[in-house]
């Protein structure tokens, strides 16, 4: 596969779905609610292709912990969102195997579409957050990269 740029014109996001959107909060806070102001933040990524369509599907898995000072948890949010994409010139990412089996994706072109992804769901997730005992939550800035290559939302 040669290096091929990608061009943020040639990709289409065609659509978002939200698959779960879970909001829980310990018992403790119904009668004396607190701002959470610290938070661990775990996720995990899928992605799914249709080489003919130039499509791509992507899916984000959020969890995320909000913590009192003795870092016991005292909120809970769960969110599992898919993206989808149209991308014009997907087959210049895509290295088909020798034995014509199977296929590797450019992780230049993943780590750009776990980018948009991940950005688009943090403001949806600060948006959804912002009425809670979360008072909001901005989930860091992280690598893209990493969304493709680990797994830290167990």
């Not at 065609?14 to 698959?19: A, T």
């Not at 450019?106 to 992804?117: E, K, P, Y």
């Not at 997730?125 to 912002?130: A, E, K, N, P, V």
């Amino acid at each position: 596969m040669s290096k091929v740029k990608v061009e943020p014109e040639k990709i289409h996001l065609l659509g978002i779905r939200v698959l779960k959107s879970v909001f829980e909060a310990d018992v403790s806070l119904i009668d004396s609610p607190q701002p959470i102001e610290k938070f661990n933040a775990g996720y995990r990524s899928e992605s799914g292709f249709n080489l003919k369509e130039n499509y791509q599907l992507f899916r984000l898995f959020i969890k995320i912990q909000g913590l009192d000072d003795d870092k016991s948890v005292k909120i809970r949010a769960e969110y599992h969102i898919e993206f989808h994409f149209s991308i014009d010139n997907l087959s210049d990412f895509v290295t088909h195997e020798k034995n014509g089996d199977g296929f590797s994706v450019s992780s230049m072109l993943g780590a750009t579409i776990a980018g948009i992804s991940y950005s688009t769901a943090r403001g949806m997730i600060l948006d959804r957050t912002q009425t809670t005992d979360f008072n909001g939550v901005l989930l860091p800035v992280i690598n893209p990269q990493k969304l493709l290559e680990e797994d830290t939302f167990s």
